[in-house]
T-cell receptor, first 109, second 113 residues
């Protein structure tokens, strides 16, 4: 079974700081998901990537397939970025996803 | 309108009662999923469906059943609710977890007393 580890578990930053959240997994994958869960509970997909790097606004996601590692970066962080960020990978190429426990980010003004 | 709609958003019920959580989607995807979220445990898959005639158990299907009434509708039932089924439940849809992004509903918070 694929094991997913996220770090850090909790992260507090000041507005404007550059944020990095890490995700490591144990078994090779074909795709990795980054999700954002708002304080109210709703979950939004940020990225699905299988190689290289993707960018959307101030968010950048990278993946290193050989090292089984992905990072989510937030540039110029803002209080509205405060949320839980979750990494997920497929279990053995199936429809079953294995989710990390999430990184809780708090950005203070 | 939201891509994925769940009802009810909140429900408090008693042990032994039957509960149904409903989900509908407007994305036109064949694949739909029910997940459960507990504090400190992350999301776990209960059931998933490739289409109306193809339903599969996830990692924690005991105590739950599902029905795929149409491509757009996927409901989750707790036949006899118990307190450890108190959790936040999410419905989601995608073209495939290895090929497309996930679209989640807003979640249904269930409390079983």
């Amino acid at each position: 079974k694929n094991e997913v580890e996220q770090s850090p578990q909790n992260l507090t930053a000041q507005e404007g700081e550059f944020i990095t959240i890490n995700c490591s997994y144990s078994v090779g994958i074909s795709a990795l998901h980054w999700l954002q869960q708002h304080p109210g509970g709703g979950i939004v997909s940020l990225f699905m990537l299988s190689s290289g790097k993707k960018k959307h606004g101030r968010l950048i996601a990278t993946i290193n397939i050989q090292e089984k590692h992905s990072s989510l970066h937030i540039t110029a962080s803002h209080p509205r970025d405060s949320a839980v960020y979750i990494c997920a990978v497929p279990q053995g190429g199936s429809e079953k996803l294995v989710f990390g426990k999430g990184t809780k980010l708090t950005v203070n003004p | 309108d939201a891509d994925v709609t769940q009802t009810p958003r909140n429900r408090i019920t008693k042990t032994g009662k039957r509960i149904m959580l409903e989900c509908s989607q407007t994305k036109g995807h064949d694949r739909m999923y029910w997940y459960r979220q507990d504090p400190g445990l992350g999301l776990r898959l209960i059931y998933y469906s490739f289409d109306v005639k193809d339903i599969n158990k996830g990692e924690i299907s005991d105590g739950y059943s599902v029905s795929r009434q149409a491509q757009a509708k996927f409901s989750l039932s707790l036949e006899s609710a118990i307190p450890n089924q108190t959790a936040l439940y999410f419905c989601a849809t995608s073209q495939g977890t290895t090929t497309g992004e996930l679209f989640f509903g807003e979640g249904s918070r269930l409390t079983v007393l």
